[in-house]
């Protein structure tokens, strides 16, 4: 691996580092400036202080938004292109969730048939990620319609795209249980009570406003849709990819209506620079109910079906990984660093090489985004934002 260094001797302004760049009391390294060609340029802690010059600009709280929003994005699109990370857990849930399913169909058919017909709404539409069609595809009312969506939803479960598995999950788990019963409703309900709290999801807490809000629309927001990877800007995702379906993204619909004075998690946002891509991610934690009312999982399993929500909803443009990893921390287990990734990955991923590229393409981020905030030019202006105002 190769690192940009601060140099005093090169009319560049940097030298080329090869290896690890040296973390210790003794020395240790931050983000500095950007080249011309928006490489990172690190410099010796003590040495970051002076701005850049020449050609170099200072890697400064925009650029550090910018590149987290990247990294974050380069990490989903590497969960969707890799889903072996996560299917091992992914597909445990499954096979769960499909036994659930056929016992209900076992004690009670018609209503088992019903109650998932009616999830087909979550399926079929012009403009949601992980969609099974559009609206014109979707199942009929017919009883022959109904069971071939019974039966298509059983197989999608098990051979879907990753994406397409672990939205079923969160509908079967989240309204289907409900509807069903069973143990599996209640152990469902205890743990999204602890996945869900009033600090995190109450409206007056959440702080984010829905450009596409029915009584109060913004004017401004065009729905579109869009296969720009991540929550990086459309059209922005260059070298990252883009998604295999088109969709209308969080990041694009939601904007942000809270400030830090009053709000602890807007504060810690804030005051470490992290990103804002649409509010505490409440499907984070509905997945992660099914994940262990139904799965049972937890530890190093509970990470690598985390890695899968982290494909379906950074690299879907839902949300961002601090909105996901936050809710994921209230799990028994789960310790997460605010702004710290890798304690949150599955073992096998970190093991391999596309963590390894991942990791120092975005050094700055996946290793420092947890203190370099302390070091930039300016600490995290903290934003104060008004609620839009009804029109």
């Known amino acids: ?76 699109m590497l969960a969707l292109r890799n889903p072996q990370y996560a299917l091992p857990a992914v ?30 709404r979550y399926f079929y539409s012009d403009t949601a990620f992980a969609r099974l069609g559009g609206r014109n595809d979707a199942p009929g009312n017919g009883i022959v319609a109904k069971r071939r969506f019974f039966q298509t939803l059983m197989a999608k479960m098990q051979n879907g795209a990753l994406p397409e598995m672990l939205n079923i999950q969160d509908q079967v788990g989240r309204v289907g249980s409900r509807e069903l019963g069973g143990k599996e409703k209640t152990r469902w309900k205890t743990v999204n009570d602890t996945l869900r709290p009033a600090y995190l999801f109450d409206a007056a807490n959440r702080g984010r406003a829905d450009r596409a809000d029915r009584n109060n629309p913004d004017p401004t ?19 990252l990819g883009e998604t295999y379906q088109a969709r209308e993204r969080g990041a694009d619909r939601f904007t942000r209506t809270a ?65 996901s990893f936050t809710v994921a921390a209230l799990c028994p287990g789960i310790h997460y660093r605010q702004g710290a990734f890798t304690e949150m990955l599955p073992q096998a991923f970190v093991n391999g090489p596309a963590y390894r590229k991942w990791w120092a393409d975005y050094y700055d981020i996946a290793e420092l985004g947890a203190t370099h905030w302390r070091h930039g030019t300016a600490n995290a202006a903290k934003v104060m934002v008004a609620p839009r105002q009804a029109t």
């Open 1 to 76: 691996m190769e690192f940009l260094v601060r140099s005093f001797g090169d009319r560049r302004g940097y030298t080329v580092h090869r290896g690890k760049l040296e973390r210790s009391a003794r020395k240790s390294y931050v983000p500095w400036a950007l080249t011309p060609q928006g490489k990172v340029v690190y410099a010796e802690f003590g040495a970051h202080r002076e701005r850049p010059r020449g050609g170099l600009r200072a890697y400064d709280t925009h650029t550090s938004q910018q590149r987290r929003k990247a990294c974050e994005s380069a990490l989903g």
């Open 91 to 120: 597909k445990r849930v499954s096979t769960a969730l499909i036994e659930y399913l056929t016992a209900r169909q076992r004690e009670n058919p018609e209503k088992t048939i019903d109650v998932v017909h009616a999830l087909a």
């Open 221 to 239: 927001y065009q729905r579109t849709t869009t296969r720009t990877a991540g929550i990086v800007g459309v059209g922005k995702g260059q070298g």
């Open 259 to 323: 400030s830090g004075e009053h709000n602890q998690y807007y504060f810690d946002l804030d005051e470490r620079n992290l990103t804002f891509g649409a509010g505490p991610s409440g499907t984070t934690g509905t997945l992660l109910s099914t994940a262990i009312a139904f799965g049972g999982l937890s530890g190093d399993g509970l990470k690598q079906y985390l890695f899968g929500i982290i494909g379906y909803l950074v690299g879907g443009g839902m949300h961002s990984i601090h909105e």
